[in-house]
Antibody, heavy 123, light 106 residues
């Protein structure tokens, strides 16, 4: 049973950065991609990017290029998402999710999800 | 980038109703289409992948169909736990979600 456990809620000032962690257990870590998806208040789901831990090279959505950094630590089976230059519109619940079924691809259905991390950006 | 649209944006229905939600892609995505259910305060749940394959553990009242640009999610007989927001997502080229369909109790 694959489980993804995320770090706790964060409150950040506009202009700063936030780093959210996602620790996985119960399955193969290095060959299954982990993606990050966010949901701002009253908005839909938005894919930010993902990484296959074995390769380490992330794949980012166009809207987040230059502001998001996704990394993986194989020693702790943890994936991190860091978002910089925070603005009020970045206030959202951030989810990590694992691509199910196919290994070695960041592009696939997201079958296991973390519990979500609320990031609040204040001015 | 591939854009996804959904209709309707919201829907009111009664217990036992048959409900259909439509999703359209801006270009052909073959059957690289997934459906999620999302309830407030919970993580999204994968219902259907590859347009029509039921994810393990998902009740058989959920079904999906379509290919190319047009897809549907059908719930054959609504139960209380089905009231939620439903999202389609293409996984043909990066990942893009549709705007969601909110399913409410009539």
């Amino acid at each position: 049973q694959v489980q993804l456990v995320q770090s706790g809620a964060e409150v950040k000032k506009a202009g700063s950065s936030v780093k959210v962690s996602c620790k996985t257990s119960g399955g193969t870590f290095r060959t299954y991609a982990i993606s990050w998806v966010r949901q701002a208040p009253g908005q839909g789901l938005e894919w930010m990017g993902g990484v296959i831990p074995m390769f380490g090279t992330p794949h980012y959505a166009r809207d987040f290029q230059g502001r998001v950094t996704i990394t993986a630590d194989e020693t702790t089976s943890t994936v991190y998402m860091e978002l910089s230059s925070l603005r009020s519109e970045d206030t959202a619940v951030y989810y990590c999710a694992r691509v199910g079924g196919a290994e070695m691809t960041t592009i696939g259905p997201l079958s296991q999800w973390g519990q979500g991390t609320l990031v609040t950006v204040s001015s | 980038d591939i854009q996804m649209t959904q209709s309707p944006s919201s829907l009111s229905a009664s217990l036992g109703d048959r409900v259909t939600i439509t999703c359209r892609a801006s270009q052909s995505i073959s059957t690289h289409l997934n459906w999620y259910q999302h309830k407030p305060g919970r993580a999204p749940r994968l219902l259907i992948y590859a347009a029509s394959i039921l994810q393990s553990g998902v009740p058989s009242r959920f079904s999906g169909s379509g290919s190319g640009t047009d897809f549907t999610l059908t719930i054959s007989s609504l139960r209380p736990e089905d009231f939620a927001t439903y999202y389609c997502q293409q996984s043909y080229n990066t990942l893009t979600f549709g705007p969601g369909t909110r399913l409410e109790i009539k």
